[in-house]
């Protein structure tokens, strides 16, 4: 059975750091890794998609990069700011049925 | 505007009372999710459908039922068997590949 990790479970950092969440899964039999991101009380905003035969994929100031073999994603995102503050959750998708299987997520909190 | 509209966004229920969450997608999607996310975990699969007049249990399908008449509807209700209800629910769609996410009913026993 597919289980998504993720380390920190919480972070603070001073605005303006560069920061890296990690996900690390059992199964590297994925179809693709999404990155989300969630405000209190609102939905998933979907950030990143990488596809299994990608390695990385960039939007702005996020990099996400994927290493199927070793069952880990990083989410780097550079010069944080204070509006990057919420809880970063990731998810792979495969041959499971439900096709979607999520990690407790990280909560980020960037200081001003 | 596309996207996938869940309503009411807070809801209240008394004990022993059935509620049905609402989840309206205009996206063509074929597949369609329910989620339950209770704080500080991840998100638990309550049903899928991945077709229209077909659905599956996910891991926490006790206490809820489905229906998929239509491609764009996925309402969920929580019966009164579910002794726990309160929590947020989250349903999402997907064409196949990338997941996308309505935001979410708030449910509250009172």
């Known amino acids: 059975k597919q289980e998504v990790t993720q380390i920190p479970a919480a972070l603070s950092v001073p605005e303006g750091e560069n920061l890296v969440l990690n996900c690390s899964f059992t199964?590297?039999?994925?179809?693709?890794l999404q990155w989300f991101r969630q405000d209190p009380g609102k939905g998933l905003t979907s950030l990143l998609l990488?596809?299994?035969?990608?390695r990385e994929q960039t939007s702005g100031r996020l990099n996400a990069s994927l290493d199927k073999s070793s069952g880990r994603s990083t989410l780097y995102i550079a010069a944080s700011q204070p509006g990057d503050s919420a809880t970063y959750l990731c998810?792979?998708?495969?041959?499971?049925?439900?096709?979607?299987?999520f990690g407790p997520g990280t909560r980020l909190s960037v200081l001003p | 505007d596309g996207g996938i509209t869940q309503s009411p966004k807070y809801l209240f229920r008394k004990e022993g009372q059935n509620v049905t969450l609402s989840c309206e997608q205009n996206l063509n999607h074929d597949a369609m999710y329910w989620y339950r996310q209770d704080p500080g975990q991840g998100l638990r699969l309550i049903y899928y459908s991945q077709i229209v007049n077909d659905f599956q249990k996910g891991d926490i399908a006790e206490g809820y039922s489905v229906s998929r008449e239509k491609k764009e509807s996925f309402p969920l209700t929580v019966t009164s068997a579910q002794k726990n209800p309160t929590a947020f629910y989250l349903c999402?769609?997907?064409?196949?590949?990338?997941?996308?996410f309505g935001q979410g009913t708030r449910l509250t026993v009172v």
């Open positions: 990488i596809q299994s035969s990608q």
């Open positions: 999402a769609s997907t064409p196949g590949i990338e997941a996308f």
């Open positions: 998810a792979v998708s495969g041959n499971y049925g439900q096709n979607f299987v």
């Open positions: 199964d590297s039999a994925i179809y693709n």
